[in-house]
C-alpha cells in the first residue's frame, strides 16, 4: 500500500471512528427514551435494562456505519482540503479516483462487515433481544400470536380451508379440501364437520365425500369417519412466524423453498432476501459519494458544515428511497428483486458519475 493511501486512510479513520460513536450514542439515547417506558411500568432490575441495550448494540453498530463512513469520508477529505493538501495532491498529477481508492477499500470493507454481521449477529441480537423485552423485562411467557381461524393452506395437489383450529384439543373445525391430479383433473372434494389429531395423522369426522364419475357425473357419499389426507400436524399449526430480521440467507431460502411447494407465492420473503445482499453494499455506495462532494466543495466559506449538511441529506435521501422501494416490493406492485437494488443501483449510478466527473 502506497504511503498517500495509508495517510488517507488514518485521517479518514480519525473521522470515522468519531461519528461512529456520536451516531451510535444518538441511536442509544433515543432507544432509551423509547424503552424507559418498561422501567416505570415493570420495575424490571437494572442489569435486565442494561443486558437489554448491550444485546441491541450490533444493531445500534449496523445502521451507524454507513453514516459515518460517508461522514468520515466526506468530513476527512475537506480537512485535507482545508490545509492545501488535496491542492498538492492534485498538483502532483493524483486525480479523484487515486485519492478515493483507499476510501472506497473502506467501504468494501463495510460492505464486507455488513454482510457478514448481518449473517450471523444481527439475526441473533434481534432475537435476543425481544426475548429481553418481551419476557425478562415484562414478565410474559414466550408466546407466539398466531391466528387459529380461517386458515388457508394451498398445496400443489390440494387446497385445503379450516375455519378454526382449537388448539387445547387438537381439533379443527369445519375442515374443506379439494385435490386434483398432475394434470389439474379434478379428484375429490372432502368437508368435514371436524377433524382431530390421533397418534400421527388426522380423523375426519361427518365427512361428505364429492367426486367425479368417468360420465361426468358428480356423485356425494357420507362417511362418519376417515383418514383425512392433510399432512399438517399440530405443531406446524402453533409454530410461530419468524420475523425476517431474525433470519439469515440460508433460514430465510429455506423458508420460501417452503411456501413455493406449498404453491404459495412469497413475495414479501423474496424482497427480504434480495434486499439481505443489496443493503449492505450502502457503505461502498456511501464511501464513493463523500470523494466528489468533498474535491467539489471548496474547504472555506463554509465548507466543512456544507459537507455535513450534505452527508445528512445523501444518507435521508438513500433510506428514504431504499424504504419506498421495499413497501412498493412488499406490496406485490415492483418484482422483488428491482425493489431490494433500485436504492443501491440508482446511488451507485450517481457516485460513479459523480466520481469520475471530479477527475475531469
Known amino acids: 500500500m502506497r504511503i498517500l493511501d495509508r495517510y488517507i486512510i488514518r485521517e479518514f479513520l480519525k473521522v470515522f471512528f468519531i461519528c461512529l460513536t456520536v451516531f451510535f450514542f444518538v441511536f442509544l439515547l433515543i432507544e432509551i427514551t423509547d424503552k424507559i417506558k418498561y422501567y416505570f411500568q415493570y420495575n424490571p432490575p437494572g442489569f435486565l435494562m442494561l443486558k437489554y441495550f448491550l444485546v441491541k448494540t450490533p444493531g445500534y453498530l449496523f445502521f451507524t456505519l454507513p453514516m459515518a463512513i460517508l461522514l468520515g469520508g466526506m468530513l476527512s477529505l475537506l480537512m485535507m482540503a482545508k490545509h492545501s493538501e488535496l491542492i498538492a495532491m492534485q498538483a502532483g498529477g493524483i486525480d479523484a479516483i487515486s485519492i478515493a481508492r483507499p476510501v472506497i477499500i473502506i467501504g468494501v470493507i463495510g460492505s464486507a462487515f455488513m454482510f457478514l454481521a448481518n449473517e450471523t449477529i444481527i439475526p441473533w441480537s434481534n ?27 394451498k398445496s400443489a395437489d390440494s387446497i385445503t380451508h379450516i ?7 387438537h ?26 389429531w390421533w397418534k400421527d395423522h388426522w380423523i375426519f369426522y361427518g365427512v361428505n365425500r364429492t367426486t367425479e364419475t368417468q360420465g361426468g357425473r358428480f356423485t356425494v357419499e357420507t362417511i362418519p369417519s376417515m383418514k383425512g389426507p392433510l399432512e399438517k400436524t399440530p405443531e406446524d399449526f402453533e409454530k410461530g412466524e419468524t420475523p425476517t430480521k431474525e ?27 434480495h434486499d439481505k445482499i443489496a443493503f449492505p453494499l450502502v457503505c461502498l455506495i456511501m464511501a464513493a459519494l463523500s470523494v466528489p462532494f468533498a474535491v467539489r466543495v471548496g474547504p472555506r466559506g463554509g465548507g466543512v458544515a456544507i459537507g455535513l449538511a450534505g452527508s445528512i441529506v445523501i444518507a ?6 431504499h424504504t419506498m422501494f421495499i413497501a412498493l416490493g412488499h406490496g406485490g406492485y415492483i418484482p422483488p428483486i428491482v425493489a431490494a437494488w433500485a436504492a443501491d443501483t440508482l446511488f451507485g449510478l ?11
Do not use: H
Not at 163 to 169: E, L, M, N, V
Not at 171 to 196: C, H, I, Q, Y
Open 171 to 196: 381439533t379443527l373445525e369445519k375442515v374443506s379440501v379439494v385435490r386434483w391430479d398432475s394434470d389439474f383433473n379434478f379428484l375429490e372434494r372432502l368437508f368435514a364437520d371436524k377433524a382431530k
Open 127 to 153: 432475537r435476543y433481544s425481544e426475548y429481553i423485552q418481551n419476557v425478562e423485562i415484562t414478565g410474559k411467557t414466550e408466546t407466539t400470536f398466531i391466528r387459529f381461524d380461517q386458515i388457508w393452506l
Open 163 to 169: 375455519q378454526k383450529y382449537d388448539k387445547p384439543d
Open 316 to 321: 435521508f435521501s438513500y433510506w428514504i428511497v
Open 247 to 273: 433470519m439469515n440467507l440460508t433460514q430465510l431460502g429455506d423458508l420460501i423453498d417452503r411456501l413455493v411447494a406449498e404453491g404459495q407465492t412469497p413475495t414479501r420473503y423474496l424482497v427480504d432476501w
Open 350 to 360: 450517481a457516485a460513479a458519475i459523480l466520481l469520475l466527473n471530479a477527475c475531469t
